[in-house]
């Protein structure tokens, strides 16, 4: 180390010359990921960052009009501010889809024959496409014939309107998304089947019963993937849109015309392409924002192995 | 509390809850074989009466399903050649090769994942209109083969668990970057290619807006916008409707339980060659 300078110099160009060529077949490599990262999406973010300033009706080229768009669409108290906030309430369906889809995997962890079969069973209606399953439950969900409202009869319920009803149809939704539940009911039970033995074994032998197996054990050990969940459900909500689209076309009174869906609308019904753009950049900075809220409190309630607390 | 007991209260749990989950599936089946009269029955009869099998072909007479079963095949095929053929050189590059900026690029990549797709919709849209593709596949496939980030992190991820002295021993032997990748890394990886492709397949399969915004010649419908103009025209026909619904489903459920085998498939070959 102590000796010239001159063979260091040498090996470090030659190092430099290596990495470099390193850098290149990198490159190289992920050069199809990257040109299309380029065109489809850092090309796009800005395009759309542009237009939301501007009045673009698609015939004529975009007009410059500041900041109105976003001024227009805050003070909107028909149709933005209710998408948004009738958007805001199917985040109900997080808490709900995760205590049922924790609640399946942990019965389905469980040593029993034929575990397998309702493993399908549970999984298959997330497989259904979602056409499919938006018109199976509008026919579910028909007031009078069909299998919802037969179901609460024979229990002297009376049933409402469900799709039909404004004040109904958000739940009727949530209701038909909660059948998907085995989506994330999969990945809790590849998580729960990670948690180490021995572990229940230590908490065993300190004499904790199941609840507080799974409060103390199980709940901490896949809470990384709880954490996943959570942001994955608030992106998803956010990007509501198909379901609404077929079953509602946003009514009944504008009660289903959820945030993706008045985007939809604005961009290719209305053609107004700068008002569309503008909401998805709010939906944007709104996701990162419920995101980094979502990030901020995981230091407080997710468990990472081997982190340093 | 007897191991036999704990074992009946599971086993009636899951089957109380099975039934939940299952009933709108039959409730599908059951009506798309019920006669006109019979769907409206005011209350739920389970078994139809009489059988009506030839709703099925009526059915698929009423919508060209064989032309969107088509179109829908040749964008899913298109969809799952461009993710498997442009996932595997950037899953390479971010798992096996050491390079500046390649954790840089790859967080770049995952954030992509999070961005709400509405943010590049618009200007997406406006890009394949200028080059004049809308009313075209174009728009849906070509995308898929610069890559989807998706693909790429869960290929890295099974590249990861590949054992490095396989590509050192390969190295040695004169083998360049290319060669391992393709004599020695995409062989092993064949279950998760199998994955990313049933993934893409199915992603495809089940795409509504995709297809909603860029094709609006009625020949060129998929299955999936097919079905929601069925629904548009003939929408107190519960029972076509329904067995339309049903068809739409069948061909994933059937691809589900093939390819359920083929991953434990993959699994146990993975453990032997351990």
Redesign the interface.
Same mark, same amino acid.
């Given at each position: 180390m102590i000796a010239t300078n001159e063979p260091n110099a040498a090996a470090l160009s030659r190092m430099r010359r290596s990495?470099r060529r390193?850098?290149l077949?990198?490159?190289l $490599?992920?050069? *199809?990921?990257?040109?299309? $990262?380029l @065109?489809?999406?850092l090309? *796009?973010?800005f395009?759309?960052a542009y237009?939301s300033f501007t009045d673009y009706r698609?015939l004529a080229p975009p007009k410059w009009v500041g900041f109105s768009n976003y001024t227009d669409l805050i003070g909107d108290h028909d149709y933005f501010l209710p998408s948004l906030f009738d958007t805001i309430f199917m985040f109900l369906e997080l808490p709900i889809a995760l205590t049922i889809g924790l609640a399946?995997a942990l019965?389905?962890d469980?040593k029993?024959r034929g575990i397998a079969f309702?493993r399908?069973?549970?999984y298959? *209606?997330s @497989?259904? *496409? !979602? !056409?499919?399953s938006a018109?199976?439950?509008?026919?579910?969900l028909?007031p009078?014939?069909g299998?919802m409202n037969?179901a609460l009869h024979s229990l002297h319920i009376p049933g409402p309107a469900w799709l039909a009803s404004p004040a109904w149809s958000k739940p009727a939704m949530i209701m038909m998304d909660l059948?998907g539940v085995?989506g994330g009911m999969v990945i809790y039970l590849a998580a729960l089947q990670g948690v180490p033995t021995p572990l229940y074994e230590a908490a065993a032998l300190d004499g904790a019963n199941g609840w507080q197996k799974i409060w103390h054990v199980t709940i901490p050990q896949i809470s990384p993937v709880i954490f996943f969940n959570m @942001?994955m459900g608030v992106?998803g909500t956010?990007?509501y849109?198909?379901q609404t689209? @077929?079953m509602t076309n946003g009514g009944p009174d504008n009660s289903t015309l959820f945030y993706?869906m008045y985007?939809?609308q604005n961009?290719?019904q209305y053609f107004r392409?700068g008002t569309?753009?503008a909401?998805?950049?709010m939906?944007?900075i709104i996701?990162l924002i419920a995101?980094l809220v979502v990030f901020k409190s995981s230091a407080r309630w997710v468990y990472y192995e081997g982190e340093a607390r | 509390m007897s191991k036999r007991a704990s074992q009946i209260i599971g086993h009636t749990v899951l089957i109380l809850l099975g039934i939940v989950f299952f009933a709108p599936f039959l409730f599908m089946v059951s009506t798309s074989l019920k006669g006109d009269q019979q769907i409206f029955s005011s209350t739920i009869q389970w078994i139809p009466h009489p059988i009506v099998w030839s709703n099925y072909p009526k059915a698929l007479a009423y919508f060209p399903f064989w032309r969107y079963l088509g179109n829908t095949l040749i964008i899913c095929i298109g969809n799952v050649i461009g993710t498997v053929f442009s996932a595997a050189l950037p899953a390479y590059a971010f798992s096996r090769l050491k390079w500046k900026g390649r954790d840089f690029l790859f967080i770049t990549m995952i954030a992509t994942i999070m961005l709400p797709s509405q943010v590049t919709l618009m200007p997406v849209f406006l890009l394949f209109r200028s080059l004049g593709w809308t009313g075209t596949f174009l728009p849906l496939i070509v995308p898929s083969f610069f890559g989807s980030a998706f693909s790429i992190f869960l290929l890295r991820q099974f590249f990861l668990g590949i054992p490095q002295e396989l590509s050192d021993a390969a190295r040695i032997d004169g083998c360049n970057e290319w060669g391992i990748l393709w004599r020695i890394i995409l062989p092993l990886a064949k279950p998760a290619l199998a994955t990313i492709a049933l993934f893409s397949f199915m992603g495809t399969w089940t795409d509504f807006q995709g297809p909603l915004i860029y094709l609006h010649d009625e020949k060129l419908y998929t299955l999936a916008i097919g079905l929601n103009s069925f629904l548009g025209r003939h929408g107190g026909e519960w029972n076509l409707l329904m067995a339309a619904s049903t068809v739409v489903t069948v061909p994933l459920v059937v691809i589900f339980f093939f390819a359920q085998r083929t991953f434990v498939q993959g699994i146990a070959l993975t453990g032997r060659a351990n």
């Open positions: 990495e390193a850098m077949m990198g490159l $490599f992920v050069s *199809p990921w990257l040109i299309g $990262f @065109i489809f999406t090309y *796009p973010v395009a759309s237009l698609v399946l019965l389905l469980q029993l309702y399908t069973l549970f298959l *209606p @497989i259904v *496409p !979602v !056409v499919s018109v199976l439950w509008m026919w579910v028909n009078e014939h299998l037969a059948w085995g @942001i992106i956010f990007q849109f198909t689209f @077929i993706a985007l939809y961009a290719f392409m569309a753009c909401m998805a950049w939906l944007f996701t995101t | -």
